[in-house]
């Protein structure tokens, strides 16, 4: 089955600690997202990658890290500069070039930091 | 600054009435519009979009409408099921090269039985 999976579906952390979320793709798509939700807030881009080894920042990248060493993972890592890392975080991935604007998503984790 | 802006955060209807959910953006760039639903602690799932080029788009009981001119649009349900009881969010693409979405903060959708 094609899909994206991210995990743990539940992660608690520590306040101070780094805590890196896995989001991994067998869609064969180029382009790899980040986002995370809080209520009442949509969804935020954080980060994204259109192709490998290339990232860019999205509207709220402070406190957070991204590598893209492989076309089928978009690792995030939530750092201790984060000030408000517990959210919902979804990764999604999609096509490129024209009409490939459709993002899938994965189950998302949520993130609790004490 | 709200490109995308979903003005109701929740409406309620009578199963097998219409629903229509309403968003409206600012950006006059955006040439792409999709439609997401989501139920809680899952992701967003893909429903309907269209593209700056038509004016509506159709597919079964979901029919999305586009106004340029308004810089609105909204998603028609009919006939409404419980089932799709959920948070709708609305999201625009600027196109181009740039895959990137804006969503909107989502309308939460109650079918009642």
């Known amino acids: 089955d094609g899909g994206i999976t991210q995990s743990p579906k539940y992660l608690f952390r520590k306040e101070g600690q780094n805590v890196t979320l896995s989001c991994e793709q067998n869609l064969n798509h180029d382009a790899m997202y980040w986002y995370r939700q809080d209520p009442g807030q949509g969804l935020r881009l954080i980060y994204y990658s259109q192709i490998v080894n290339d990232f860019q920042k999205g509207d709220i990248a402070e406190g957070y890290s991204v590598s893209r060493e492989k076309k089928e993972s978009f690792p995030l890592t939530v750092t201790s500069a984060q000030k408000n890392p517990t959210a919902f975080y979804l990764c999604?991935?999609?096509?490129?070039?024209?009409?490939?604007?459709?993002?899938?998503f994965g189950p998302g984790t949520r993130l609790t930091v004490t | 600054d709200q490109q995308v802006k979903q003005n109701s955060p929740s409406l309620s209807v009578q199963e097998g009435r219409i629903s229509i959910l309403n968003c409206d953006y600012t950006?006059?760039?955006?040439?792409?519009f999709l439609w997401y639903k989501k139920y809680p602690a899952e992701g967003p799932t893909f429903l309907i979009s269209i593209s700056s080029i038509k004016d509506k788009n159709e597919d079964g009981r979901f029919t999305v409408f586009l106004n340029k001119s308004a810089k609105h649009l909204s998603l028609h349900i009919v006939p409404s099921q419980p089932g799709d009881s959920a948070v709708y969010f609305c999201a625009a693409s600027g196109g181009g090269s740039n895959y990137k979405l804006t969503f909107g903060k989502g309308t939460l959708l109650t079918v009642n039985p």
């Open positions: 950006n006059s760039m955006f040439d792409y």
């Open positions: 999604a991935s999609s096509l490129t070039g024209s009409h490939s604007y459709e993002q899938y």
